[in-house]
């Protein structure tokens, strides 16, 4: 009902809620990175690295947090630094599937009815702009950056296998079931204890088997519903088989797996190895790419991969990369067909030494390719 930011030192500031309206119990609130604030009058907000302080009085929670930001003003310009970049989602699109992953948590955590609807129109809000710039950035970062793994996954994983849909030459409406289905593709992880979900440490054998429960729970949680497409539900229910055989819960294989959930199961793990997760630091896309393609024989479906991998690039925009001459750029855009040669711009020359220019390189007219990652660090 109220709300007060308390500006301290960099990095230290205090925030207090008065008779705060929240559907997320104390225990959640503690687990989560970043916290969605949304005011009676409509605006919203995004309270970052926040920890909770003094919570014996509920009429009054204190707590400290880096920063705060405007939704609507400062989302998606704080997450993007190419100057070329052309995102493939809009703000709009971004809070709509953030709204939408937020209403669907809090549906599963309260043992409510998920809003079909709102998945639904948010797959199509999705689909719209990937098919109307299909050759635009994937711009994952942004919807990242926003908050913990559980709402960023999810709408990641739907743009991406929006992305391979559209190279598959999907139609619209196939597309929008697409889309649903990737949305709600690990809803059943919402079900597990979120100490399991953010824990740290490797997981033991039955907190394993926990996890690896979350596709028939999600199953459980759609099933019921008399108007949901049957591939959204088998694609929540077999996005973790293995095309030759041997994933969960069933064991399928090849083509026995549904079409929509072999798509899923590539951006799924795409967009998990790119993740930094609380047991490991997020990969690297080039490195991420090479470990899907290693897989092709025993995991996923090698059409849909090669798909996959023409739409991503080997080296996505704004990755690092080492060149031939030994100097390092940062990736502008792919070039189609010539994987090894994108647009770049450069960032050290071959001495080491800061490149300071605003030009871009096609490396398609020069003599330089890429030979590797770089040191994103530098």
């Known amino acids: ?33 970043d916290l969605y604030l949304c005011a009676g009058t409509g605006e919203e907000y995004i309270i970052q690295d926040f920890r909770l302080d003094e919570v014996t009085n509920m009429k009054e929670i204190r707590g400290w947090a880096s920063d705060i930001a405007h939704l609507n003003r400062s989302f998606v310009e704080a997450k993007t630094e190419l100057p070329d970049q052309k995102g493939m989602l809009s703000p709009k699109t971004q809070q709509k599937a953030i709204r939408t992953m937020s209403s ?6 309260g043992d409510a009815r998920i809003q079909m609807r709102e998945a639904q129109e948010a797959a199509t809000q999705l689909l719209g702009e990937v098919s109307h710039t299909p050759h635009a950035i994937v711009n994952l970062m942004a919807v990242r950056s926003f908050d913990d793994y559980t709402y960023a996954h999810s709408i990641n994983v739907a743009t991406l296998a929006l992305t391979i849909g559209h190279g598959m030459r999907m139609s619209p409406s196939e597309m929008k079931i697409l ?39 999600g199953y459980d949680l759609v099933a019921p519903a008399v108007d949901l497409d049957p591939r959204i539900k088998q694609t929540v229910l077999h996005h973790h088989e293995k095309f030759q055989g041997g994933g969960y819960p069933k064991g399928l294989k090849g083509h026995a797996i549904p079409l929509f959930a072999r798509i899923v199961a590539i951006a799924d793990v795409y967009d998990a190895l790119t993740s930094p997760r609380p047991f490991r630091p997020q990969i690297y896309p080039y490195d991420a790419i090479r470990i899907l393609l290693s897989n092709t024989e025993n995991q996923f479906d090698p059409e849909i991969l090669a798909v996959f991998v023409r739409r ?11 060149l031939n001459d030994g100097s390092e750029a940062l990736v502008i855009r792919p070039n189609p067909g010539a994987h090894l040669k994108p647009v ?28 590797g990652p770089g040191t994103s660090s530098k």
């Open 344 to 371: 770049v711009r450069l960032v050290r020359d071959m001495q080491g030494m800061r490149a300071y220019t605003t030009n871009n390189l096609d490396l398609v007219q020069s003599d330089l390719y890429v030979v």
């Open 312 to 322: 991503m690039s080997i080296f996505p925009p704004g990755s690092m990369v080492r």
């Open 104 to 109: 669907m948590v809090n549906a599963v955590r």
């Open 1 to 33: 009902m109220a709300f007060v930011w308390i500006v301290g030192e960099a990095g230290d500031h205090q925030f207090i809620f008065q008779d705060l309206a929240c559907s997320d119990s104390l225990e959640t609130l503690s687990l989560k990175k």
């Open 179 to 217: 889309g649903m289905a990737a949305l709600l593709h690990d809803v059943g992880l919402l079900k597990l204890p979120l100490e399991l979900l953010h824990k740290e440490a490797q997981l033991t054998e039955e907190e394993f088997e926990q996890v690896r429960q979350h596709p028939q729970l």
